[in-house]
T-cell receptor
Framework: DSGVTQTPKHLITATGQRVTLRCSPR?????VYWYQQSLDQGLQFLIQYYNGEERAKGNILERFSAQQFPDLHSELNLSSLELGDSALYFC?????????????FGSGTRLTVV | AQSVTQLGSHVSVSEGALVLLRCNYS??????LFWYVQYPNQGLQLLLK??????LVKGINGFEAEFKKSETSFHLTKPSAHMSDAAEYFC????????????FGPGTRLSVLP
């Protein structure tokens, strides 16, 4: 157990729908990072939050959004889902606002869009 | 900016043989370097990391890596492969403790043949 908790583990939904993925960071970590992993695109950084504020943005689509709450858990919202959004979505956390010492990853949410 | 290349998207070795996974990086500042492992249907787990000090770092499960500044490399090795080592391995680089960038390589899938 890495200490980073992601729910749900699996999600199957239809095209056009909206889903919310949840992440609780490791105790004491203030930064949360979201990554998308697909077979054709590899590991793609989506977005980072630090202590409730957006810190860095990667290849995140406009249909996707995220936030970090006062208790430091984070949610990734995916809307108007397309077949191509099927992927593993990982959350990671780190102590500081910059992950220089590395990240701790959760076990991921596997999203299947049908 | 940092970048990482991993030579060989797929490497196969026989059980008991040497494992060598190659990683080369580009960084304009002294890098911090990491190897992560991803077992099937799991998240990424930190295998080992180099920040400062000794250039040969030992990680979990008998893996080690050597930072070679002159070659801008951080290759991962294990003297004797086990079947349980079959996984995806990701090299990553950051620009130090207070750096802003953390970049993953494309990954190398290791297969271990009986």
């Amino acid at each position: 157990d890495s200490g980073v908790t992601q729910t749900p583990k699996h999600l199957i939904t239809a095209t056009g729908q909206r889903v919310t993925l949840r992440c609780s960071p490791r105790s004491g970590d203030l930064s949360v990072y979201w990554y998308q992993q697909s077979l054709d695109q590899g590991l793609q950084f989506l977005i980072q939050y630090y202590n409730g504020e957006e810190r860095a943005k990667g290849n995140i689509l406009e249909r996707f959004s995220a936030q970090q709450f006062p208790d430091l858990h984070s949610e990734l919202n995916l809307s108007s889902l397309e077949l191509g959004d099927s992927a593993l979505y990982f959350c990671a956390s780190s102590v500081g606002r910059r992950g220089g010492y590395g990240y701790t990853f959760g076990s991921g949410t596997r999203l299947t869009v049908v | 900016a940092q970048s990482v290349t991993q030579l060989g998207s797929h490497v196969s070795v026989s059980e008991g043989a040497l494992v060598l996974l190659r990683c080369n990086y580009s960084s304009s500042v002294p890098p911090y370097l990491f190897w992560y492992v991803q077992y099937p249907n799991q998240g990424l787990q930190l295998l080992l990391k180099y920040t400062t000090g000794a250039t040969l770092v030992k990680g979990i499960n008998g893996f080690e890596a050597e930072f070679k500044k002159s070659e801008t490399s951080f290759h991962l090795t294990k003297p004797s492969a086990h079947m349980s080592d079959a996984a995806e391995y990701f090299c990553a680089v950051s620009d130090g403790e207070y750096g802003q960038n953390f970049v993953f390589g494309p990954g190398t899938r290791l297969s271990v043949l009986p």
